[in-house]
């Protein structure tokens, strides 16, 4: 069963790239970007907010940045992490509003579960919508983003840290590739201790997600592989209690679509880690279920982040415009397996 909430809905502006983090407490914390609209960022700036009840209702949204009026760059993917110290992590690109452009990122770090806020604390990472901060098992920091490079391949990139980002790691390639437009990667880390990054391919064609694997903690990647997750934009991966990866995404059939109805749906793919390991499309298993339809007739729905409690319960959070005119942050709970496993052990897929 899958029950949806609203974060925070405005129909006097336009509210999109959420991610949610949950504290040592178990309280929520999302981050969110709100913006006179995707496709104009005249105006721009993160904002937050808090659940004390799983999600259910949610405080008054307050500012994490400043506002941006497009002078100096605009405030565009925010994502949020919790460290294994229990810190919170924002990490957020600044941009031109193109995808050539070069932005900077910076972090902002919470002491006390969000209520209070240090930075901007400038990274070394350039490009834009960055990948969440990854904290390894070995306690190593990778930061992601993607951007043009001179030669016109779309690239994306990583930094890696030893010592929680006091210095850096010059720039490492995860994905590139002629012909492939490789963006918006999400890195996991496997119980067997490789690396995967998870990839959407930009060219408006419905290609399958893609993927690179790091056999080395993040300091050189294998790939690309195709992954049975077809038409799959801003894939967001992680594991869960049960040993199965979740891959939240929006689904971008392409055609025609790409104009006006040009995203109306997000998905969850499930993968066991044998599959995930795989690198022939044909010897990989997905399941793949709908979470939420966008019935505007300006849909615009996904980038999409997503925890789960300590009780198993899966909470998502996520931006669709369908019942508004401009674009809201909702939420979603649900159990796996209620929504995917039904009965049925992870053996079975």
Same mark, same amino acid.
């Given at each position: %069963?899958?029950?949806?909430?609203?974060?925070?809905?405005?129909?006097?502006?336009?509210? #999109?790239?959420?991610?949610? #983090?949950?504290?040592?407490?178990? &309280?929520?914390?999302?981050?969110?970007?709100?913006? =006179?609209? &995707?496709?104009?960022?005249?105006?721009?700036?993160?904002?937050?907010?808090?659940?004390?009840?799983? /999600?259910?209702?949610?405080?008054? *949204?307050?500012?994490?940045?400043?506002?941006? &009026?497009?002078?100096?760059?605009?405030?565009?993917?925010?994502?949020?992490?919790?460290?294994?110290?229990?810190?919170?992590?924002?990490?957020?690109? *600044?941009?031109?509003?193109?995808?050539?452009?070069?932005?900077?990122?910076?972090?902002?770090?919470?002491?006390?579960?969000?209520?209070? !806020?240090?930075?901007?604390?400038?990274?070394?990472?350039?490009?834009?919508?960055?990948? *969440?901060?990854?904290? $390894?098992?070995? @306690?190593?920091?990778?930061?992601?983003?993607?951007?043009?490079?001179?030669?016109?391949?779309?690239?994306?990139?990583? !930094?890696?840290?030893?010592?929680?980002?006091?210095?850096?790691?010059?720039?490492?390639?995860?994905?590139?590739?002629?012909?492939?437009?490789?963006?918006? @990667?999400?890195? =996991?880390?496997?119980?067997?201790?490789?690396?995967?990054?998870?990839?959407?391919?930009?060219? +408006?064609?419905?290609?399958?997600?893609?993927?690179?694997?790091? *056999?080395?903690? +993040?300091?050189? !990647?294998?790939?690309?592989?195709?992954?049975?997750?077809?038409?799959?934009?801003?894939?967001?991966?992680?594991?869960?209690?049960?040993? %199965?990866? %979740?891959?939240?995404?929006?689904?971008?059939?392409?055609?025609?679509?790409?104009? /006006?109805?040009?995203?109306?749906?997000?998905?969850? #793919?499930? %993968?066991?880690? =044998?599959?995930?390991?795989?690198?022939?499309?044909?010897?990989?298993?997905?399941?793949?279920?709908? $979470?939420?339809?966008?019935?505007?007739?300006?849909?615009?729905?996904?980038?999409?982040? !997503?925890?789960?409690?300590?009780? /198993?319960?899966?909470?998502? #959070?996520?931006?669709?415009?369908?019942?508004?005119?401009?674009?809201?942050?909702? @939420?979603?709970?649900?159990?796996?397996?209620?929504?995917? $496993?039904? /009965?049925?052990?992870?053996?079975?897929?």
């Amino acid at each position: %069963m899958i029950t949806k909430y609203t974060i925070a809905k405005n129909d006097n502006i336009y509210e #999109a790239f959420p991610d949610v #983090a949950l504290t040592k407490d178990e &309280h929520l914390v999302v981050v969110f970007l709100e913006c =006179t609209h &995707h496709s104009d960022r005249s105006y721009t700036r993160v904002m937050l907010s808090k659940s004390k009840d799983r /999600g259910r209702t949610w405080s008054e *949204k307050k500012p994490l940045t400043p506002p941006n &009026h497009g002078k100096t760059g605009s405030w565009n993917c925010p994502r949020i992490s919790t460290l294994s110290d229990g810190r919170l992590i924002v990490i957020v690109d *600044k941009a031109e509003f193109n995808e050539f452009s070069n932005g900077v990122n910076v972090f902002y770090i919470s002491d006390d579960q969000g209520e209070t !806020w240090k930075g901007p604390i400038m990274t070394p990472a350039d490009g834009i919508v960055p990948d *969440k901060l990854i904290e $390894l098992e070995s @306690g190593r920091w990778i930061i992601s983003t993607h951007s043009r490079q001179k030669d016109g391949i779309l690239c994306q990139k990583a !930094w890696i840290s030893d010592n929680q980002g006091e210095s850096w790691s010059n720039e490492i390639i995860v994905a590139r590739q002629k012909g492939l437009e490789l963006c918006e @990667g999400s890195i =996991t880390q496997l119980s067997s201790g490789e690396l995967v990054c998870f990839l959407r391919e930009n060219s +408006g064609v419905g290609r399958d997600c893609y993927k690179a694997i790091s *056999k080395d903690q +993040g300091q050189t !990647w294998d790939g690309l592989y195709r992954v049975p997750i077809p038409a799959c934009h801003r894939p967001v991966a992680g594991q869960l209690q049960s040993g %199965m990866f %979740m891959i939240t995404h929006r689904y971008m059939q392409g055609g025609k679509g790409w104009v /006006g109805y040009w995203t109306q749906n997000l998905f969850a #793919a499930f %993968m066991n880690e =044998t599959s995930i390991l795989e690198t022939k499309r044909e010897q990989q298993s997905s399941r793949i279920i709908p $979470l939420d339809f966008d019935r505007s007739p300006v849909s615009d729905i996904g980038y999409s982040g !997503w925890i789960q409690f300590q009780d /198993g319960e899966i909470y998502v #959070a996520y931006y669709i415009v369908d019942d508004s005119p401009n674009g809201q942050i909702r @939420g979603l709970s649900m159990r796996e397996n209620d929504v995917i $496993l039904g /009965g049925f052990t992870n053996e079975h897929y």
